[in-house]
């Protein structure tokens, strides 16, 4: 076992730490296929007990001064700070990806934490008619439920903790089964270092059952959900059943653009591709090139791809890692199997070991058909297709022709020009001459089928409040 010394992990429930009461379920590092670790299946009672004593810790947390509650978020930073070597290693045992980027994740979670321990909360808006004194007030919703995925796991939990705590909320956190292992050690952590009160943050680990039982209880104000569509659609549904508000960070099919005044960026537009494996909402995951550059940039891109080095995380030099997870791996397998079946050419097809491990090297497909599945469909993987274009309103218009609008790029020597292309492109975000990049501060959601709300920014804050209007008759 790669984990062999870590222990089974713990919940963090009304400021406790709280065992498996069955039997604990295995998490399997997807560089081996061994375990990792083992957590709670939480009960339906654990599950009741830590929504209630986030009830309960609600009264007191919501009326603790701003102030006190940043100094909150400003601990949960520091705790990840102290421990960031212990937390990384158990995240690559986890999650897969290598140590350097397990680091860089838990440095943007802490960021985040002190980004929102900073951030600007909007003042009561306060007006004198003549007869009346008008106050508007943003209030706190009460219980929220974050519900994280696996592929970025500690990063999007705080996404949801930092703007809960902030705006008074309380809230119970329930992590990917396949990634839950550095989420409970940061609970067990906090509660060692008694950094958040109790019931104000609560963390439960469980298999799929979960996530719907959460989302469908009536004591829950708001659900934040980061995954794909198709179950954000069932989120969507199950608070319909309390009218709970939802913010939905869902999939993407980002289209990059690249002009025919560059053809000097393929590395850096590989890398907006294949980071973490090819496992993020806003990798670019179609390469529209002019036909112009398009050899060029081919011939720089497959001999990025050629060099990458593919294995086990806590390998040195290590740059890619496994798929998260078997079902992941295989329909990415499969994906790449039909591409082949229909006859696309690949410009390189990278290895599938058959080894241990959820390993898939870095493919690229030349130019397929519109209407194939690899240009249709969110990979979620390392396979991505380069695709020729001809003139500005014909990639605009193949760019946008996808239910997903959550994020693109534009690449090109002149930056006006690009920005007049970006803002054409109907999605949440679009970088230009860059890979995807996230603050704090900006906010940040999907188009169309990509998500509804967004997260971060004074926006995304807002979106755990509720608006009141106090009314005073002053003559």
Request: charged share 25%; hydrophobic share 45%; glycine share 10%.
């Amino acid at each position: 076992m790669t984990q062999a010394a870590t222990p089974a992990l713990r919940m963090l429930i009304d400021g406790r730490l709280v065992a498996a009461a069955g039997t604990p379920l295995d998490v399997l590092d997807p560089a081996t296929e061994r375990l990792a670790g083992q957590v709670p299946d939480a009960t339906d009672a654990q599950l009741e007990g830590a929504i209630e004593a986030a009830g309960r810790a609600f009264t007191t947390w919501s009326a603790v001064p701003l102030e006190a509650r940043r100094a909150v978020l400003r601990s949960i930073a520091a705790v990840i700070r102290e421990h960031i070597d212990e937390l990384a290693l158990l995240l690559t045992a986890e999650q897969g990806k290598p140590l350097d980027a397990a680091r860089g994740e838990l440095h943007s979670a802490l960021h985040w934490c002190e980004g929102f321990a900073e951030m600007e909360f909007p003042a009561d808006e306060v007006r004198e008619t003549g007869a009346h004194r008008i106050r508007i007030r943003h209030v706190p919703l009460g219980v929220v439920a974050g519900l994280v995925p696996w592929n970025v796991p500690i990063a999007l939990a705080i996404w949801k903790i930092a703007p809960a705590l902030l705006t008074g909320n309380t809230i119970v956190v329930k992590p990917s089964p396949f990634t839950p292992l550095t989420m409970l050690r940061i609970g067990e952590l906090l509660a060692e270092a008694d950094a958040v009160p109790a019931g104000v943050l609560n963390i439960v680990s469980g298999d799929d059952h979960i996530g719907p039982k959460l989302s469908e209880h009536p004591g829950i104000r708001k659900i934040a959900f980061t995954g794909s569509t198709a179950t954000g659609k069932k989120v969507m549904a199950s608070a319909a059943r309390n009218l709970a508000r939802v913010t939905l960070e869902l999939g993407g099919n980002d289209a990059a653009i690249v002009l025919p005044d560059v053809d000097t960026v393929a590395e850096k537009v590989f890398w907006a591709c294949f980071m973490n494996t090819g496992q993020v909402c806003v990798a670019s995951k179609r390469v529209y090139v002019h036909e112009d550059v398009y050899d060029a940039f081919a011939r720089r891109f497959v001999e990025v791809a050629a060099k990458v080095k593919v294995g086990d995380g806590r390998e040195e030099g290590v740059q890619l890692g496994p798929l998260q997870n078997r079902a992941q791996y295989e329909q990415v397998v499969a994906l790449i199997e039909d591409t082949a079946a229909s006859g696309a050419r690949f410009l390189v097809k990278g290895d599938i070991p058959d080894g241990p491990g959820y390993f898939v090297h870095p493919t690229v497909v030349d130019d397929p058909a519109d209407d194939s599945d690899i240009v249709r469909l969110e990979p979620f993987g390392p396979v991505v297709p380069l695709l020729r274009f001809r003139d500005i309103d014909e990639v605009v218009e193949r760019a946008n022709a996808s239910e997903y609008g959550l994020g693109g790029s534009v690449w090109s020597g002149d930056t006006e020009v690009a920005e007049q292309i970006a803002a054409r492109i109907e999605t949440g975000v679009v970088w230009i001459n860059d890979g995807p990049r996230l603050a704090p501060d900006l906010p940040f959601g999907g188009h169309k089928s990509s998500g509804l709300g967004v997260e971060n920014g004074t926006a995304g804050l807002l979106e755990y409040t509720d608006t009141q209007v106090l009314w005073s008759r002053t003559a």
